[in-house]
């Protein structure tokens, strides 16, 4: 049987983010940016998490913008800080506040905002099996939380379908 074998290797890569500190991705960043000074987001970031409590996959995407001063990172690190939270036991609540304050606390910028959507396996296979519903978590923070026009620029370029 190999069963065993194969499933601690699944493990070893679904919870990967526990060998690695999504800090590190965002150590290197950009200062020739122009003068750029408007919002980066980075949308539809495949986000496959397990939930603490029931230990099943919750799947889905999330949506993480910055509003940039003096540097920026590169995109790709966007999606690693992602991955790196999401390949833990989560919550997603956590997961998205984890994902914001770490952008903010590293990368300094004057705002960061985070969405995250997503089908929790545990609700739709099991309990109240409800396939469909989806849970929408956001946590901002500094402009894009506190100036009402960035948080509206925020919300609507992550709302766009296709930009
Ligand atoms: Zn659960």
Redesign the pocket.
């Known amino acids: 049987m190999e069963t065993p074998a194969r499933v601690a290797r699944s493990h070893r890569e679904l919870f990967a983010g526990y060998e690695s500190d999504p800090r590190d991705d965002l150590a290197r960043t950009f200062e020739e940016i122009g003068g750029y000074d408007e919002l980066v987001i980075l949308k539809d970031i495949p986000v496959v998490s397990f939930?603490?409590?029931?230990?099943?996959p919750?799947i889905g995407r999330a949506h993480v913008g910055y509003l940039p001063l003096n540097r920026v990172v590169g995109i790709s690190k966007l999606a690693r800080v992602v991955r790196g939270f999401a390949r833990r036991l989560q919550?997603q609540e956590k997961l998205t506040a984890e994902i914001a304050g770490t952008i903010q606390e590293i990368l300094k910028p004057k705002g960061v905002g985070v969405v995250i959507i997503s089908e929790?396996?545990?609700?739709t296979m099991r309990?109240v099996n409800t396939p469909g519903s989806r849970l929408t978590t956001s946590h901002r923070l500094g402009e894009v939380r506190d100036d009402p026009r960035t948080r509206e620029e925020f919300f609507d370029l992550v709302r766009q379908p296709d930009g």
């Open positions: 939930c603490e409590h029931h230990m099943l919750f919550i929790h396996s545990c609700m309990g």
